[in-house]
């Protein structure tokens, strides 16, 4: 069964600092893709950015990108020039093959931006 | 627009009593889930549906059960054997096989035992 951590429960930071998040995950699959999801007070989830395994390059998405290393199972996001509008949970999530059977999430962490 | 409707929002239970929450999608996808989120756990899997009229078993799935009658719905029944029924229920969606290009997510649903 694959497993997702998340070691930090929340993180504060001042507007326009730069933040990391930090992920590990456990599989012995070598097809998978990795998620961060986003969910602001509203509850509602959005998809942040995702890294394919098959893929070396990190993926990057605006203000958002991600370091992914693989031998490590490490997949940490960073925010750059962080917004208050930032300021939610942030779920790493995990799926392998084609991703029908569902996501695996970690426990989150809550990000706070500071004004 | 396209997108999964979750009904109610707030759902109030008495202990006992079995309560159904409803998704609807119209984004044309035939894999739906649902999963419950809890303070400080993070989002855990209880049932999913690849095709009609077949679903199976996530990680926490005992007290709850489900159907899968049409492709735009995929109803959740939380029993009365669920022991902490309590949450927040959120409901998904995904193309199968491309279910790595990201799951959409409806508004969810609390759920409070009284």
């Known amino acids: 069964a694959q497993t997702v951590t998340q070691s930090q429960p929340e993180m504060s930071v001042q507007e326009a600092e730069t933040v990391t998040l930090s992920c590990t995950y456990d599989?012995?699959?070598?097809?998978?893709?990795l998620f961060w999801y986003k969910q602001p007070p509203s509850r509602q989830m959005i998809l942040v950015i995702r890294?394919?395994?098959?893929?070396?390059q990190n993926a990057t998405e605006n203000r958002f990108s991600v370091n992914f290393q693989k031998a490590a199972k490490s997949f940490s996001l960073k925010i750059s020039d962080s917004q208050l509008g930032d300021t939610a949970m942030y779920f790493c999530?995990?799926?392998?093959?084609?991703?029908?059977?569902?996501?695996?999430f970690g426990k989150g962490t809550h990000l706070i931006i500071q004004p | 627009d396209g997108g999964i409707t979750q009904s109610p929002k707030y759902l109030f239970r008495k202990e006992g009593q079995n309560v159904t929450l409803s998704c609807e999608q119209n984004?044309?996808?035939?894999?739906m889930y649902w999963y419950r989120q809890d303070p400080g756990q993070g989002l855990r899997l209880i049932y999913y549906s690849q095709i009609v009229n077949d679903f199976q078993k996530g990680d926490i799935a005992e007290g709850y059960s489900v159907s899968r009658e049409k492709k735009e719905s995929f109803p959740l029944t939380v029993t009365s054997a669920q022991k902490n029924p309590t949450a927040f229920y959120l409901c998904?969606?995904?193309?199968?096989?491309?279910?790595?290009?990201?799951?959409?997510f409806g508004s969810g649903t609390r759920l409070t035992v009284v």
């Open positions: 890294q394919e395994a098959y893929k070396q």
């Open positions: 984004l044309n996808h035939d894999a």
């Open positions: 998904a969606s995904s193309v199968p096989g491309q279910g790595a290009f990201g799951y959409t």
């Open positions: 599989t012995s699959e070598n097809n998978y893709y």
């Open positions: 999530a995990f799926t392998s093959g084609g991703g029908a059977d569902g996501l695996t």
